[in-house]
């Protein structure tokens, strides 16, 4: 067989991926040279002579430029189906007069690669070429049979036209990265792929992506955009750190601690010497914090050097008065009134035979075999248990704010906010007379240890003793501010009362003399009670603190510490070395004088305690109020409850017991009186209008 020409090549300036949607009807006929109408086409893998397959006229371009398309293509991108064929060699091979539409994607995609990136190549190129097997190139001759043989696959079917750029085909985009952070806001980071798009653009123009106007070389453009929480959160934490080291500052000035000292610098410093309610601690702390806050600002040294001057200044005075009038000797003691020296003297008469009395007797019953304390306290106790409600009167028409029995328990004394006090006989709860005097509220009442007489504290800031037909009988004046709570010393013969002046004073009641003023609390006194033997006195206040008083020297010889909050109630026990308190913060304590410290604590309301009393008698038992609107009754010896005496609608303002510990009665807010029995008498009153 004659060895075939070279096959003619497909220049690559001409178009030949153009894919259109033109339908092959009204295609221009022409056949090129070595393709007619009687072409036939042989099936691959059929080998039986005469077998053929007639080409219709309205294939033949398409078949002449299937063929053509693949002799101009490079071997490394002629598609695998395209398989070796022998055809008619044409002197010129003609563009096609119809666009590739029945080609496959793949097909037309590689023939506009290759017309576009690839030079022309024939069998003898030795040039550099990829590593994929060569094909046997498409060859033609003119003395083979006019057939075309073509790989043998199924018909194509018709594929929707994709428009193809004409023009040099785009390579694929090389990775971009965002112009913005992560942390940047969502709408700068939609904005990347039209970024790339204008990268691209410079890219195509010959500029660089960072030289063009869009991306100006701004070294602020890298940094991070924080949103608004974030910022929030940056201030917050900045001033933080600012307020802590204001705090480390201001500890490490030195702040003055005598009261005195930082009063004289805070009106220095144009501020106010004391604000309301204010505490010694809190007024050093609100020095503290101001000269922190002006050394901040700079102004520190120039208050400090006019302090200092200040200083120099008055110690120069002093020294000068000293010079001049010689060493000035401040007595510890104040000088008292010939008065309370015999009230002193009397007090002690009285209260040293009742201890000597009360230490025998306390001897006898832990060493007489026939006394069974243990025996009598729980009898005590399981009568105390089955405390009833056995009366409940209206005790006026505003609250009632305290009670108190007489000393045989056969009257009881209440007073009102409405500025009456009234008496009621026990156990009816009839009312036996009205004493009006004041022109305030009356906030506790008291009877006399030993007669009938019975004092009241008001908020005009007197107290006044009664006697039982309600007449006045003395006022005792002199207390700066209101009155709180008042007491009868065992005697008789004195009077205390607590004051929110911060002071609690001794009065003789038949004289109406104040014997002592006495200093101490830093805040309000709000009770007071005395010692069984009349050697001692006990106060509190609001202070949270509560202290003893030596009636015959005038010392405080203890402070008991231990409240967080105001103290309401306090009450000696009969055996003589029990304390009870009661305060806002819920709890009871029993303090131990002995030991000078607190031995238990009742956890006993849900909200203040306003009044804490002792059984008289013996101190079996103990007594609390509150304002969760109940009292509550305690064991004595392991400060266990026993009974709630739960009733009242309201705030439970005061209590107390009858001398054998019969009855208790209570008064609250509103506005009843309330008595409790552990005997059943077979009374029963009804509610009457007083």
């Given at each position: 067989m004659e060895e075939p020409p070279p096959p003619a090549v497909l220049p690559s300036s001409e178009d030949t991926s153009t894919v259109s949607s033109h339908s092959f009807v009204n295609a221009p006929t022409t056949?090129?040279?070595?393709?007619?109408?009687?072409?036939?086409?042989?099936?691959?893998?059929?080998?039986?002579?005469?077998l053929t397959i007639p080409v219709p006229p309205e294939a033949a371009p398409l078949t002449a430029s299937l063929v053509a398309a693949s002799a101009g293509m490079p071997p490394a991108v002629v598609p695998s189906f395209v398989r070796p064929a022998i055809v008619a060699a044409p002197s010129v091979m003609p563009p096609p007069s119809m666009p590739l539409a029945a080609l496959p994607m793949p097909v037309a995609s590689a023939v506009s690669?290759?017309?576009?990136?690839?030079?022309?190549?024939t069998p003898n190129d030795n040039s550099n070429t990829p590593s994929i097997p060569v094909p046997t190139p498409i060859v033609a001759s003119s003395s083979v049979p006019s057939s075309v043989i073509l790989p043998g696959i199924a018909p194509l079917p018709f594929i929707a036209p994709i428009p193809v750029p004409s023009s040099r085909p785009v390579a694929?985009?090389?990775?971009?990265?965002?112009?913005?952070?992560?942390?940047?806001?969502?709408?700068?980071?939609?904005?990347?792929?039209?970024?790339?798009?204008?990268?691209?653009?410079?890219?195509?123009?010959?500029?660089?992506?960072?030289?063009?106007?869009?991306?100006?070389?701004?070294?602020?453009?890298?940094e991070y955009e924080i949103t608004e929480e974030s910022r929030k959160v940056?201030?917050?934490?900045?001033?933080?750190?600012?307020?802590?080291?204001?705090?480390?500052?201001?500890?490490?000035?030195?702040?003055?601690?005598?009261?005195?000292?930082?009063?004289?610098?805070?009106?220095?410093?144009?501020?106010?010497?004391?604000?309301?309610?204010?505490?010694?601690?809190?007024?050093?702390?609100?020095?503290?914090?101001?000269?922190a806050k002006l050394d901040a600002e700079g102004q520190l040294e120039k208050l400090m050097k006019v302090q200092e001057?200040?200083?120099?200044?008055?110690?120069?005075?002093?020294?000068?008065?000293?010079?001049?009038?010689?060493?000035?000797?401040?007595?510890?003691?104040?000088?008292?009134?010939?008065?309370?020296?015999?009230?002193?003297?009397?007090?002690?008469?009285?209260?040293?035979?009742?201890?000597?009395?009360?230490?025998?007797?306390?001897?006898?019953?832990?060493?007489?075999?026939?006394?069974?304390?243990?025996?009598?306290?729980k009898c005590v106790l399981q009568q105390t248990a089955q405390i009833t409600m056995d009366c409940s009167e209206i005790g006026g028409d505003r609250p009632v704010s305290g009670c108190a029995f007489s000393s045989d328990g056969t009257l009881l004394a209440t007073s009102a906010w409405s500025g009456v006090t009234?008496?009621?006989?026990?156990?009816?709860?009839?009312?036996?007379?009205?004493?009006?005097?004041?022109?305030?509220?009356?906030?506790?009442?008291?009877?006399?240890?030993?007669?009938?007489?019975?004092?009241?504290?008001?908020?005009?800031?007197?107290?006044?003793?009664?006697?039982?037909?309600?007449?006045?009988?003395?006022?005792?004046?002199?207390?700066?501010?209101?009155?709180?709570?008042?007491?009868?010393?065992?005697?008789?013969?004195?009077?205390?009362?607590?004051?929110?002046?911060?002071?609690?004073?001794?009065?003789?009641?038949?004289?109406?003399?104040?014997?002592?003023?006495?200093?101490?609390?830093?805040?309000?006194?709000?009770?007071?009670?005395?010692?069984?033997?009349g050697s001692l006195a006990a106060t509190c206040g609001l202070d949270g603190l509560a202290r003893i008083w030596d009636l015959r020297t005038g010392r405080s010889i203890l402070a008991l510490e231990g409240h967080v909050k105001p103290v309401l109630g306090v009450d000696f026990s009969p055996n003589g070395y029990h304390l009870a308190t009661g305060s806002e913060d819920h709890t009871c304590r029993i303090w131990d004088l002995r030991k000078?410290?607190?031995?238990?604590?009742?956890?006993?309301?849900?909200?203040?305690?306003?009044?804490?009393?002792f059984e008289p008698q013996e101190g079996y038992f103990l007594v609390t109020a509150s304002y969760d609107s109940t009292a509550k009754v305690w064991s004595a010896r392991d400060f266990k409850s026993i009974k709630i005496l739960a009733g009242h609608e309201a705030k439970v303002t005061s209590a107390d017991i009858t001398a054998d510990g019969q009855y208790i009665a209570t008064v609250s807010h509103d506005r009843t009186i309330k008595l409790w029995s552990s005997k059943s008498n077979g009374n029963t009153n009804d509610m009457n209008i007083g």
């Open positions: 056949v090129p040279v070595g393709l007619d109408a009687s072409t036939q086409i042989s099936p691959p893998g059929i080998n039986q002579p005469g690669v290759a017309a576009s990136h690839f030079p022309p190549s694929p985009s090389p990775f971009v990265p965002p112009s913005r952070p992560l942390g940047a806001s969502a709408s700068a980071a939609m904005d990347v792929d039209n970024t790339n798009e204008q990268d691209q653009d410079a890219e195509s123009k010959g500029e660089s992506p960072s030289s063009s106007p869009d991306h100006p070389e701004d070294p602020s453009a890298a940056r201030e917050r934490q900045e001033q933080a750190i600012q307020e802590l080291l204001l705090r480390r500052r201001a500890y490490a000035l030195a702040v003055p601690t005598n009261d005195s000292s930082v009063r004289a610098r805070l009106r220095r410093l144009n501020e106010p010497i004391t604000l309301f309610g204010e505490r010694e601690m809190e007024r050093r702390d609100r020095l503290r914090a101001l000269m001057e200040e200083e120099a200044a008055a110690n120069v005075d002093a020294e000068e008065v000293q010079e001049m009038e010689g060493p000035q000797i401040y007595p510890f003691y104040t000088e008292g009134s010939q008065e309370l020296l015999k009230a002193r003297t009397e007090i002690m008469k009285f209260s040293l035979p009742r201890a000597v009395s009360r230490l025998q007797r306390a001897r006898r019953k832990r060493e007489d075999p026939d006394e069974d304390e243990d025996e009598e306290l009234k008496l009621w006989s026990v156990p009816n709860i009839n009312k036996v007379a009205t004493l009006k005097g004041h022109t305030e509220r009356v906030t506790d009442v008291a009877f006399s240890p030993t007669n009938c007489h019975l004092a009241t504290a008001c908020a005009d800031r007197t107290a006044m003793l009664w006697n039982s037909e309600g007449v006045l009988m003395k006022t005792y004046e002199g207390h700066l501010d209101r009155l709180a709570r008042l007491a009868f010393h065992p005697s008789g013969l004195y009077l205390g009362t607590a004051s929110f002046d911060k002071t609690w004073r001794l009065w003789d009641v038949n004289t109406g003399i104040e014997l002592l003023l006495q200093e101490g609390h830093s805040r309000s006194v709000y009770g007071i009670a005395f010692h069984c033997d000078r410290q607190s031995v238990y604590i009742i956890p006993a309301h849900s909200h203040l305690l306003s009044q804490v009393k």
